[in-house]
């Protein structure tokens, strides 16, 4: 399989109250070049999560949620890469 050929994951993302407000998937799309499909969401004042699947190539991917991680976003796998 190639390192190049684009993969999706789908993830569950929780934010904590002071990256609520924040625009970090935009930032997450623009820096990493991966795009993220929101499939469900909740967010209140407080805190919040979305289920996505994220979409690029397997080592953008792996930048992109080690940087949420370092942001302090939790980042939940969940289910298997889809190949796409």
């Known amino acids: 399989m190639s390192e190049m050929a684009p993969v999706a994951v789908r993830l569950r993302l929780v934010f904590p109250e002071e990256l609520v407000r924040e625009p ?3 930032r997450l799309s623009r ?3 991966v795009e993220p ?3 469900r969401a ?6 919040g999560w979305i289920v996505c699947e994220l979409t ?3 080592a953008a991917i792996e930048q ?3 940087w949420l991680e ?3 976003v939790r980042v939940e796998l969940l289910g298997d890469v889809v190949e796409s």
């Open 56 to 58: 690029g190539e397997r």
């Open 37 to 39: 499909n929101i499939r």
């Open 70 to 72: 370092s942001t302090g």
């Open 64 to 66: 992109a949620t080690a």
């Open 24 to 26: 970090v998937l935009a």
């Open 42 to 47: 909740a967010v209140d004042a407080d805190s």
């Open 31 to 33: 820096r990493f070049d």
